[in-house]
């Protein structure tokens, strides 16, 4: 089915120097898959293209279940030269959540469920 | 035989500008063993340098001073010991204010202060241009020749060693400059489990305890997007990391403190500011984010273990700031019908203004705040309906002279613009310099060869 990000993932950005980074964090182990199929460098380039005036790179992180978006020429300069009101890109990581995905409803039930606390989102610490 | 010990470090603050009381909470609060306080960002070297020039007793974070004069009797009862880089681009001045104001607080023996110079290249940089480290913009590959004569600070990222040696010394405080962030953590781990300085996997482990540490309380339930309506965080206990000498650690926080360690908040913050995850440069080795397992042990207790990491390179950065130009931006409300229509008119107008009066600008950005500013979006079709909309103009110049003939056109709009304006009470838009940040590496003897610990008993 199709949903927003932010129904099977959450999120963190921040900045280094011209470039933002867009941490992105899958709510369930079983969601993490298709956001590696779906959340793709070019849809978060077009995702971004109010900002993003360069390349956008993606490194995968299937131990923590996230993805690590570094999204380059992205804020006007970066430190203080930027005029952005968000020159350190802070808002993208919320921002980044509005993207439709497509995940089996199964799959979006689950995570759902890890949103309202019913289940927790990793697999608990053996005693 | 194993060492069976845990320590326990604490982050008190992530930022020159963050919460003075969560150091306070974090000593008072409960067992700790070190305190690392992290007061610098990029551009917080620039800030300092510049308040040096000025003031030759300043360039250091100046509300380090009065915690520790209020810490003071704490340390020394509880044998806390402090880790920081507060010391910015002017170690000394902040240790001869600690020891000026320390005379004046009652502790049952003295404080020993270790400050740590040798990381600020600002005098040495003829020097070390002459003597072939070109110090090249690591991005661009341009040489600094360019922009030589506007550089204001420069100072390399350095590692654990002064602040072993200042522990070694068994300093009560150590005022570092531009020490990495994650040293402020992993110094005081690899000193007291004895860490040798190529036990990498360790020395990562460290690391990344370091990069949950360096954000105060953003590991611990500050700015955590998951769940973050049911984070009580008026008075939060910021990240502990309880370390084992094997390198695994528990991030924790103080039971009576708000707040909240989870595996998503720790999450959060591991991948904050990252780059490539399996290439964490740091000055004492390179840690591979990859490998970092995340255990949810319920009762705000997230376990860390599996961390690997590689050798160190030879390579330091250096974190350059030049002067590059003068900014400004400025605001006005307008309030709807048609708010950003109404706003939208008053950038032109404005923009008119400034080309009759022959003003040229490197850059000009307008924002209209409510309807898509933080994402860079044009206002979308819903945004007809606003009720408001923050109107932000933005301006950029080589020249100071432009950028002020700027700030004093925000307000004739007032009168000479566009109707229902607000939200214009803090008068002209302040001249902002423009200081931007040139990226560079050095062989790291260059540096390390002037690295020097002092100790001072107070």
Known sequence: MKVRLSRVAFARSGDKGDTANVGVIALSPAAYEHLVREVTPARVKEHFAGVCRGDVERFELPNLYALNFLLHESLGGGGTVSLMLDAQGKTFGAGILSMAVEVPEAVVEACDRVSSGIEPGRPLAEE | MSDPRTVRVASGQGFWGDWQEAPKLQVRSGDIDYLMLDYLAEITMSILQKQRVKDPAAGYARDFVPLILDLAPDLVSGGVRVVTNAGGVNPAACRDALVRGLAGVETSRPLRIAIVTG??????????????????????????????????????????????????????????????????????????FGWAEDDWDRLAAGVVAGHINECGAQAAGGNTLFDWESVDLAIPGYPIIEAAADGSFVVTKHPSLGGRVTWATVTEQLVYEMGDPADYITPDCVADFGTVAVRDEGGDRV????????????????????HAGFKATGGLTYAGPDAVAKARRADSILRARLDRAGLRFDEIRTEYVGAGACLGLEPGPGAGELPEVGLRIGVRAAERAPVEAFTREIAPLILAGPPTVTGFAGGRPRVQDVMAYWPALIDRSAVETELRVEVTDA
């Open chain 2, 303 to 322: 376990r860390i273990s599996g961390v690997r990491g590689g050798p160190r390179t030879d390579l330091l950065k250096v974190s350059i700031a030049y």
């Open chain 2, 119 to 192: 990381d600020d290249l600002m005098a040495r940089l003829d020097e070390l241009l002459g003597a072939g480290h070109s110090l090249r913009n690591m991005e661009t590959g341009a040489p600094l020749e360019e922009i030589r004569d506007r550089v204001y600070s420069a100072n390399a990222y350095i590692g654990m060693a002064p602040i072993l040696e200042a522990l070694k010394q068994e300093a009560d405080v150590v005022v570092t400059g531009r020490s990495t962030d994650t040293a402020l953590t992993y110094g005081p781990l690899a000193h007291e």
